[in-house]
């Protein structure tokens, strides 16, 4: 069984930044793509990110590309996602997921293992 477990989460304001963390138990990143989804208050479950096992493919949602970034140069066990120049309309609960695939998919049914999220919040 995969667990992941994110943080980095919490309060900040319009234009700043934040770097979320995604551990997961063992080194299941070197086989497995990872994706990065969000839930905003009233809505459904979106992609934001995702990146292939081993680093070597990133995959963006239209709306974070150019602000968010995947590093490539992650430790085994753990996944990053960096957040630039936010927006209030970024404010959402994120989640990390492992897929069942090696490359970066967008669809959530590709995704076998769900962290339990952390809250984003930008102010305006």
């Known amino acids: 069984q995969v667990q992941l477990v994110e943080s980095g989460g919490g309060l900040v304001q319009a234009g700043g930044s934040l770097r979320l963390s995604c551990a997961a138990s063992?080194?299941?990143?070197?086989?497995?793509?990872m994706g990065w989804f969000r839930q905003a208050p009233g809505k459904e479950r979106e992609f934001v990110a995702a990146?292939?096992?081993?680093?070597?493919?990133?995959y963006y949602a239209d709306s974070v590309k150019g602000r968010f970034t995947i590093p490539r140069d992650n430790a085994e066990n753990t996944r990053y996602l960096q957040m630039n120049s936010l927006k209030p309309e970024d404010t959402a609960v994120y989640y990390c997921a492992r897929s069942l695939k090696a490359i970066p998919t967008r669809p959530e049914y590709d995704y076998a293992y769900w962290g339990q999220g952390t809250q984003v919040t930008v102010s305006s």
């Open positions: 063992g080194r299941t990143f070197r086989s497995y793509a």
């Open positions: 990146i292939s096992a081993g680093g070597g493919t990133t």
